[in-house]
């Protein structure tokens, strides 16, 4: 696996324990004012609490799962599996975990050979670095989900919009991955989503880039060339 600096137990600890702070307090709160002052509130208030407790809940749910997968990446315990798959495939995939965020369909569209040859990759974990990626970015202007053959394999998704600042951070999405993705950064507050797809593109052999655009910018997903790839020598 290709990675840019080790990330440690202590970096994932201390990302897992600020992530879950913030939700943890909203529920430790809400909690504590109905059970202090329940009978001043009518049952649409309290319906409106409930509903805060649940949105918090979900989001330490999420953050779970996504520091436990990222745990067993840089830990080694995680099983990737690539297999042949068409540009077309690798859409779809990427499709999917943009929507299980966004909530909304992303329209997707591949080069007329995006059939002709396969990619190795792992379907499942491009669905999943995409749905990290989503929690980072939202998407702009006539977002568009397209797959490339040439010059090489890759995804284009653009434009998106980098969310706003948390917590006082800047989203990692402005500036080069590669030279800012590492130990030194995961434990900041809302970077694990992009530290998470970079690892599950990184072990399969993708490369995950982003282009500035007027309208936010673009995320290119640069795929594994396969060696039956028609396009390799181009």
């Not at 897992?16 to 208030?45: N, S, W």
């Not at 779970?64 to 859409?91: K, Q």
């Not at 040859?117 to 995409?130: F, K, N, S």
């Amino acid at each position: 696996m290709t990675t840019a600096s080790p990330i440690t137990t202590a970096d994932l600890v201390r990302a897992t324990a600020h992530l879950l702070r913030t939700p943890l307090g909203v529920i430790l709160g809400i909690a504590t004012t109905l059970r202090d002052y329940d009978a001043r509130f009518t049952a649409e208030q309290r319906r409106g609490y409930l509903d805060e407790v649940v949105q918090a809940a979900e989001e330490m749910r999420v953050a779970l799962d996504g520091m436990s997968l990222l745990a067993r990446l840089v830990g080694g315990t995680l099983e990737l599996t690539p297999a042949p798959a068409t540009v077309s495939e690798v859409v779809q995939a990427a499709a999917r975990g943009l929507h299980a965020v966004w909530a909304v369909a992303v329209p997707g569209a591949a080069d007329p050979d995006a059939g002709v040859g396969t990619v190795p990759v792992d379907l499942p974990r491009i669905e999943q670095a995409c749905q990290a990626l989503a929690r980072v970015v939202v998407p702009g202007a006539a977002v568009q989900l397209v797959g490339e053959c040439t010059p090489v394999p890759r995804l284009r998704l653009g434009p998106v919009a980098v969310r706003a600042p948390e917590d006082g951070w800047q989203a990692l999405l402005v500036v080069p991955l590669a030279a800012t993705v590492g130990a030194e950064t995961v434990s900041r507050p809302g970077n694990w989503p992009v530290v998470l797809a970079r690892y599950l593109l990184e072990a399969q052999g993708c490369r995950l880039r982003l282009e500035p655009l007027a309208g936010g910018v673009e995320l290119r997903i640069e795929l594994p060339v396969a060696s039956a790839w028609p396009t390799s020598e181009a």
